[in-house]
């Protein structure tokens, strides 16, 4: 207002001193007015504010809804089976994961995976992660004791399926190793699982093994020491150092059975958990 009030006075005076008529006094009044209120007043108010979020696509500054809405979602409450299920396993999880060293992504996502398959929704899934964090801060724990503590909570009907996600933990870093297949075998004791279930694990995971077993003489019925027991003659009478003296074609030959029978060795292994 100032500014209006100022160009008019400095526009009117100007139109007297040049001893203009009345109406040009008007006009120079006006347009001073006009020009004071556009240079003056506009700049005294200053910029416009702007309303907070505006052009972000939201009703607050940058990110804002983004982290309401994740904080409403973490208070989501979680279903008492799945949280208890979240805790039993967690922990026993990250044991099995931790036998060949260091827990890997892969291992991580094979996890996640079980507990989408368990139907866990995002809130869940959430406090699956929350419990896999908090078991990887804790020192190293005894599997066997982390089983007996929980076996309430992972019922008979679902040990089959927790083993093969087991399985599908440490295979998912590359092949499983001893003690890998150590920690497996413990966890087996403590679930009370008939061969035939474990068969039918191991079987989804690794094939039957009929055509190891025929390398080796055996049948799927045969025990884990009749499994080692043929593997160690058979071994022993194909071994090259033994045949070395007995000509190129037979030494041939004894090479090539030495290694069929290691590999049906090795293939059973990983099925049998041995």
Not at 128 to 143: E, F, H, N, S, T
Not at 155 to 174: F, I
Not at 188 to 203: A, I, K, P
Not at 244 to 251: D, K
Request: glycine content about 10%.
């Amino acid at each position: 207002m100032l500014g209006k009030l100022l160009g008019a006075g400095i526009g009117g005076c100007l139109a007297m001193l040049l001893e203009g008529p009345l109406l040009v006094v008007f006009a120079c009044a006006l347009t001073g007015g006009l020009l004071g209120h556009l240079f003056f007043d506009r700049d005294a108010a200053g910029p416009r504010p702007r309303a907070p979020g505006a052009g972000l696509g939201g009703d607050g500054p940058r990110g804002t809804g983004r982290r309401q809405s994740d904080r409403a979602h973490r208070r989501q409450p979680v279903n008492p089976d799945d949280a208890a299920l979240t805790d039993a396993l967690t922990p026993l999880f990250i044991e099995v994961a931790r036998a060949d060293g260091e827990v890997r992504s892969d291992e991580v996502r094979a996890v996640r995976a079980f507990f989408e398959r368990q139907g866990f929704d995002e809130a869940a899934l959430d406090a699956v992660r929350v419990g896999l964090k908090a078991a990887l801060g804790r020192p190293p724990q005894d599997v066997e004791a982390l089983v007996r503590a929980n076996r309430s909570a992972i019922t008979p009907a679902l040990r089959p399926a927790v083993l093969r996600a087991m399985y599908e933990v440490v295979l998912a870093d590359g092949p499983m190793g001893r003690a890998e297949q150590d920690v497996l075998k413990r966890v087996v004791q403590h679930f009370n699982l008939s061969d035939e279930q474990l068969l039918t694990v191991t079987g989804e995971l690794f094939g039957s093994g009929e055509a190891h077993y025929q390398t080796l003489g055996l049948t799927a019925a045969a025990s884990d020491d009749d499994v080692r027991a043929a593997f160690r003659r058979l071994a022993a009478e194909n071994h090259p150092d033994r045949v070395a003296t007995l000509g190129p074609a037979e030494a041939e030959a004894a090479a090539a059975r030495f290694r069929a029978v290691k590999e049906a060795w090795e293939a059973l292994k990983q099925l049998r958990g041995l």
